[in-house]
Structures are given as C-alpha cells and as structure tokens.
C-alpha cells in the first residue's frame, strides 16, 4: 500500500487514482473512434445513401412486370365458362430529358458528402479526445503545483510555530501562515475532486463501461519540439480548400443544386418509354394461344397539365390477327403548384453560390488569423517560459530574505503566490501550444500532426520518471555580478 501512495505522489496523481487503468493518447483516439455513435449513425447514412444510388442506377433499366388473370363465369342453363391469361410487360423509358442521369448524379452526391462527414467527424472525435486528455495531464500537473506549495506552506508554517514560540513573530503573522496552509489543502482537495470527475467525463466520452475509468499516459510535454510554418499564407489557403470537408461539401452541395436545378429547368421536355408485352391467353390451363405488342409512349408536363400518348401493336391467335391501337390522356392541371419546386431549386442554388463563395474568403481570413495565433504563442510561450524563470530566481531570493526577517508575511506569501500563478499559466501555455497546432491542421482540413508543429508521444516508464515537471522552465537566467552591471551602466551611459 505505500508502494501504491509513493508512485501516486512521484506522478503527481491524487490518492486512489492508482485504481483506474492507464491509456496512452493513440488508443484513446482508436476506442473513441470505434464506440462513437455519431461516426454509427453517419456509416448507416452512407450504407442508406449507397442503396439509394443503387435505387437510381435502376431506373436506367426496363421495369418488368408479370400478371395473371383468370375469368369465370356461371351460367344458368348453360355451359360455364372461363379464361385464363398470363402476361409480361416491359416498359424501357429511351428519353426524358436528362432527368434520369441527373438525378443518379445527384445521389453519387449524396454518397460523396456522407463519406465527407464520416471523415470530418473521424478528425473532430481525435481532437475532442486529445483536448481531453491534455486537459487531464494539465489538472494533473496543476495538482503537483498545488501539493509542493501545500508542503512549502505546511514548512513555512512550522518553522514560524517555533519562532513563535521564541517570540520571533507576532500570533497573528502565525495565524496567517496557518490560514494559508489551510487555504492550500482546501484546493488541493478540490483539485483532485475535479480530477476524479474529468476521469469521469473522460471514460465518458470515450464510451467506456460504467465500472472502467482511465487515466493518461505521459506525454512528452516538457521538451517537445516546437516547428515552424514553412508555408506561406496562400499555399496554406489552397491547402485548406483541398483538404476541408467543408469546403468539399460546399462544392458538392453546390454541384447537387445545380443538377436538381437543371431536373425542374426541363421538366417540360417530355418522356419517351418503349414498351412491349408478350402472353398466352386460352380457357383451359395452361392457356395455349400467344399475343404479343410492342409500343410507345409519350408523357409531356406542360404547365401544370400532364399529356400522355401510347400507340401500340398487338398480335394474337398464334399470329393470326393483327391489332393497332392509340390513346390519350390529358390531366388538366394536376399539378397547380408546377413552378415552386423550380423556384426553389432556383433559391437553393443561389445561396449555395453564395455560400461557397463567402466561405473561400471566411478560410482566407481564418488562415491567417491562425497563422499569426501560433507564431504569437510560440513566442509568448518563450516569453513565458523566461519570465517564470525570472520568478523563480526572484523568489529563492525572497525565501532568504524572509527567512532572515527582511520580509512581511503578507509580502512573502503575495511572492509565492505569483510565482504559483506563473507556474500554472507556464503550463497552460504548453498545453495550449499543442492544441493550437491541432487547431490549425483541424482548420486545415488535415490529418493531426501533419505539419508536425508540436511533435508530441508517449513516454516510456523510464522517460516518464526521468521527465522533470512540466511547471520548470526551460530558461535559465544569470544574475549578473557587480562588475558587469558597472559594465552595463557605463555603456548605457556612453550611448
């Protein structure tokens, strides 16, 4: 049991979280990936749009039909008597305007965006899992902040119930220091509580049973390498156009607009079947004599008015007789409302030409701002990183000073406060670094760690325990002896 306590304490991870599992970020990625009911959903859309494309890709084809029919009749005082007749239809529609291949384009269409979003959401899920899970190491590097200034606080404080004791310092800067300490283990505790449920939320998000929590492997946060953007802002926004599913999206919805514009644009144009039947006919079963045609049909849509003609050729008695015949049908205006589904096909592919053209320049903009973040970071995280190696220096200094007396109380813990400030926002900085190259390349429409802005991995046990904390600076800043201060003085004074 100490053995457990020990490891928990080196890591930095509250009591009792030597009882969940440990994961590392790529199998994280993986199980969320695999048990996301968003990315089920979008795969049982793709499987319903395939058959849907098939269901179009039929319609290029005859429609069969086979239909039976059996006649009798009772007669009374004479003999009964019956028919029986067996027919099959074929109807092969040769024209209608281009209606029936655009719309098996636009269904090729629909399984274009629904493999689209599959994929935009495969991206979106990594990074919902990696912004978890460095949100997890933060709180955890965060608590090991929290617990050496806990133990630097319960230090000051005992040493200060001692000089109490020998009258070194007034009752109340002990009460002081006391209500610090306490102040700490309030938030220490508070700390590992929000840990406890962000362990939660995190098995949560990955769909893990109700009894299995985990807990992140280290990364290499402290020393990773930090890239730079070899591109310019213009082959970052072709990038970005041939890689964003947004993007792509918007081009195929605008591709579908026009298709399903152009199907109610010549909806006029008419419908050309060829049609054919063949059957045998006769009293008795099987029926015996054959009959078979062939024939045409024209369907027109003219204002709201439907106009159809068939002309046909039939043959019967074994080819012993010849028929012909020809029909009509006009339906007068049964479709009163005919110039809506245009006019809106109309409007949906104006907005999808405007969309599609704001969103170039919204990614445009979007780039660059982008851009411009992660350079900034990058040098506010070095910034950042000296300045709390400034703090560090200025509050060992500091230590001393108050240890001699040189320095209040409230003076010395308004110092130690700071700089845990600065250690917090040091590692908020790194962490956030990570996410906004991630950023970027989701925004980009690219893979995770294709620029390799940040390259990040998981550490081995040995690299893990090796890794100072993520709170140290990588900055070490010299204070300057006497003499090269004059130095320094004397030039600046001679300019």
Not at 124 to 131: A, D, G, L
Request: hydrophobic share 35%; charged share 30%.
């Amino acid at each position: 049991m100490l053995v457990s306590v020990l490891i928990c304490v080196a890591m930095g991870l509250p009591l009792g979280a030597q009882d969940a599992g440990r994961m590392g970020l790529a199998e994280a990625e993986r199980i969320a990936e695999s048990n996301s009911f968003d990315l089920r959903i979008s795969r049982a859309e793709l499987a319903a749009t395939d058959e849907a494309l098939d269901g179009r890709f039929r319609e290029f084809f005859p429609s069969v039909n086979v239909s039976y029919r059996r006649n009798r009749a009772v007669a009374r005082r004479n003999i009964d008597n019956g028919t029986h007749s067996v027919q099959v239809s074929v109807s092969q529609p040769v024209y209608d305007g281009g209606r029936t291949g655009l719309a098996y384009e636009i269904a090729q269409i629909d399984v274009a965006l629904a493999r689209e979003r599959i994929n935009e959401q495969r991206n979106q899920i990594r990074y919902q899992v990696r912004e978890a899970y460095l949100g997890l190491l933060q709180q955890r590097e965060n608590m090991g902040i929290t617990r050496l200034s806990l133990q630097t606080a319960r230090d000051v404080r005992d040493r200060a119930a001692v000089q109490l004791r020998q009258g070194a310092i007034t009752p109340l800067d002990y009460a002081e220091l006391e209500n610090e300490f306490r102040r700490r283990e309030l938030e220490l505790q508070q700390q590992e509580d929000a840990y406890g449920d962000s362990v939660e939320d995190f098995a949560r998000l990955l769909r893990l049973p109700d009894d299995e929590q985990v807990e992140p492997e280290p990364l290499n946060l402290h020393n990773f390498e930090i890239g730079t953007i070899q591109v310019s802002d213009d082959e970052l926004y072709r990038l970005a156009i041939n890689n964003r599913s947004d993007v792509r999206q918007a081009r195929i919805d605008l591709m579908r607009s026009r298709r399903e514009y152009l199907i109610t644009k010549y909806d006029y144009l008419p419908t050309i079947s060829l049609t054919g039947n063949y059957g045998k006919t006769g009293d008795d079963w099987p029926p015996r004599n054959t009959e078979w045609g062939v024939g045409i049909n024209f369907t027109f849509r003219i204002f709201g008015n439907t106009l159809s003609n068939d002309a046909q050729y039939n043959r019967s008695d074994n080819e012993t007789s010849t028929g012909y015949s020809t029909s009509g049908q006009l339906s007068i205006y049964d479709n009163a409302a005919w110039r809506e589904p245009h006019l809106r096909n109309q409007i949906q592919l104006l907005q999808s030409i405007d969309s599609n053209e704001q969103l170039k320049k919204d990614i445009l903009a979007e780039v660059r701002r982008l851009r411009r973040e992660f350079i900034a970071r990058t040098e506010q995280l070095k910034l950042t990183d000296r300045a709390l190696a400034i703090q560090e220096q200025r509050f060992r200094i500091n230590q001393l000073r108050f240890r001699r007396g040189e320095l209040a109380v409230s003076e010395y813990l308004e110092e130690e406060l700071q700089l845990i400030q600065g250690r917090l926002n040091y590692v908020q900085e790194r962490i956030s670094l990570v996410l906004a190259a991630n950023q970027l390349e989701l925004n980009m429409g690219l893979p995770l760690d294709s620029l390799s802005l940040v390259q990040i991995r998981e550490l081995t046990t040995e690299e893990a325990a090796e890794q100072p904390p993520l709170w140290q600076p990588h900055a070490r800043i010299r204070v300057p002896d006497r003499a090269e201060l004059n130095d320094l003085q004397f030039e600046v004074l001679e300019d």
